[in-house]
T-cell receptor
C-alpha cells in the first residue's frame, strides 16, 4: 500500500542535541511538507518542498533544517537552536488539489 | 496573527443529532477550504472541501457551508455518530491557485464528542 512513513513514532532527546525525523513516501508525490502541532493549537508549516533539491521555509522555520535529495524522502532536523522542540511533528505530501495534504502518522518528539 | 480561527475548543452532542463546527478566516483572498479529522497520536485525514465559487458542498453525512461575505464556514455532521468523536481542523489553502495545495493554514481545532 502506498503511504507516508514517519519514524520513529516516539523520540526522546536531551536538550542541546540535534535530532533528525524521517519521512518517506512511496506515493510518487512531488511536493512534501513538514508541520508541527502543539497542544490546543492547529498545525503550523515548518518547511515544504515542491521538487527534488528545492525547498522553502514555512511559517516557523527557525531552528529547523531539511533536505530533499530524493523524491521519496524529506527528513527534518530539529537543531539545538529550536527553543521549544517538544511537539508532534507531521510529514505530508500533496496528492490531490481538492484534498490538500496527505499526512503521515506523526512523530512525537520530547526533549528533556 | 491567526488567519483561520476555530473559536470553540470543544463540542458535545448526542448520537443522532446534528454537529455544527464553525470556522472563521480573515483573508478574503483565500479561495479554497478544507476540513480534516484527527484522532490522538495520528495524522489528520481529509474529510471534505469547498471552493470559494460554491456556498455548499455535501458528501454523505458531511456538509460544508461557506459564507464569503462573513468569511465564515461551517461543517455539519448529520446524524452524528460516536465514531465521529475526534478533533476537527478547518484549513485554508492560500496557494491553491498556484498548485501548492499541501500548503495549508489551519485553525486551532475543535474537539467533538458524540455521546451514545
Amino acid at each position: 500500500d502506498g503511504g507516508i512513513t514517519q519514524s520513529p513514532k516516539y523520540l526522546f532527546r536531551k536538550e542541546g542535541q540535534n535530532v533528525t525525523l524521517s519521512c518517506e513516501q512511496n506515493l510518487n508525490h512531488d511536493a512534501m511538507y513538514w508541520y508541527r502541532q502543539d497542544p490546543g493549537q492547529g498545525l503550523r508549516l515548518i518547511y515544504y518542498s515542491q521538487i527534488v533539491n528545492d525547498f522553502q521555509k514555512g511559517d516557523i522555520a527557525e531552528g529547523y533544517s531539511v533536505s530533499r535529495e530524493k523524491k521519496e524522502s524529506f527528513p527534518l532536523t530539529v537543531t539545538s537552536a529550536q527553543k521549544n522542540p517538544t511537539a508532534f511533528y507531521l510529514c505530508a505530501s500533496s496528492w490531490d488539489a481538492k484534498k490538500g495534504a496527505f499526512f503521515g502518522q506523526g512523530t512525537r518528539l520530547t526533549v528533556v | 496573527d491567526q488567519q483561520v480561527k476555530q473559536n470553540s475548543p470543544s463540542l458535545s452532542v448526542q448520537e443522532g443529532r446534528i454537529s455544527i463546527l464553525n470556522c472563521d478566516y480573515t483573508n478574503s483572498m483565500f479561495d479554497y477550504f478544507l476540513w480534516y479529522k484527527k484522532y490522538p497520536a495520528e495524522g489528520p485525514t481529509f474529510l471534505i472541501s469547498i471552493s470559494s465559487i460554491k456556498d455548499k458542498n455535501e458528501d454523505g453525512r458531511f456538509t460544508v457551508f461557506l459564507n464569503k461575505s462573513a468569511k465564515h464556514l461551517s461543517l455539519h455532521i448529520v446524524p452524528s455518530q460516536p465514531g465521529d468523536s475526534a478533533v476537527y481542523f478547518c484549513a485554508a489553502s492560500p496557494d491553491y491557485g498556484s498548485g501548492n495545495t499541501g500548503k495549508l493554514i489551519f485553525g486551532q481545532g475543535t474537539t467533538l464528542q458524540v455521546k451514545p
